[in-house]
């Protein structure tokens, strides 16, 4: 089995979306993320925005494959499991990566008791991704092929030949391409320049 090489995510901040119950508010809000100094920073906005609300709950996942999530829920003194597991429970189910969905509630003065908040902090989170554009993006491997000039026509043939993407290069008496290959087709283009005479490929880490 060959491991999936594309992930969905969004590209931009869902539009604010309100979820209302017995009072009570709640405001949804996606955004795409990739470290978790991007996720302090838009929590630390919504809780400027929002400093009258009473809980700022969450869940993120980070990561392009299963074998790299990370992920957190949090609560923010709701029940336990309350609001941040039914929020990255929509996560799950929308089958999104490098994202962030934060439910902001304002208490309305009546308890909706643990179902109750299950349904509506899963109801905020999944309004938000319903409101945001899902796109799919493809999972790639980075090499640097470094080779002397003389062997040029060599490397730029299969370059051709397999239209790959060169994202750099430094072409001069010793030249090097930064090329990125979608993850499924990887070992075969590295074996492919690995066993050319005087070419060298070396991965390369985000």
């Not at 923010?76 to 934060?102: C, H, K, R, W």
Request: with cysteine; charged share 25%.
């Amino acid at each position: 089995m060959t491991e999936k090489d594309t992930y969905k995510t969004i590209t931009k901040a869902s539009p604010e979306v309100l979820f209302k119950d017995k009072n009570s508010k709640f405001y949804g809000y996606a955004f795409p993320v990739t470290s978790e100094e991007d996720i302090k920073a838009h929590i630390e906005d919504l809780k400027k925005q929002h400093h009258q609300a009473r809980h700022w709950c969450y869940a993120y996942q980070l990561g392009k494959s299963e074998s790299d999530f990370s992920f957190r829920a949090n609560d923010d003194g709701e029940p336990n499991n309350s609001a941040g597991m039914p929020i990255y429970g929509q996560i799950q189910s929308f089958e999104v990566t490098n994202i962030l969905i934060v439910v902001v509630r304002y208490f309305g003065g009546v308890k909706l008791g643990v179902s109750g908040l299950i349904n509506a902090y899963r109801t905020g989170a999944q309004m938000a991704l319903e409101a945001s554009k899902i796109v799919v993006r493809t999972i790639n491997v980075k090499y640097a092929i470094t080779f002397d000039y003389k062997n040029m026509n060599k490397v730029m043939r299969i370059v051709k030949e397999k239209n790959l993407k060169i994202i750099d290069q430094t072409l001069e008496l010793r030249c090097e391409l930064i090329i990125s290959v979608r993850l499924k087709e990887a070992s075969s283009i590295f074996e492919i320049f690995d066993r050319l005479y005087e070419i060298d490929i070396k991965t390369l880490n985000d």
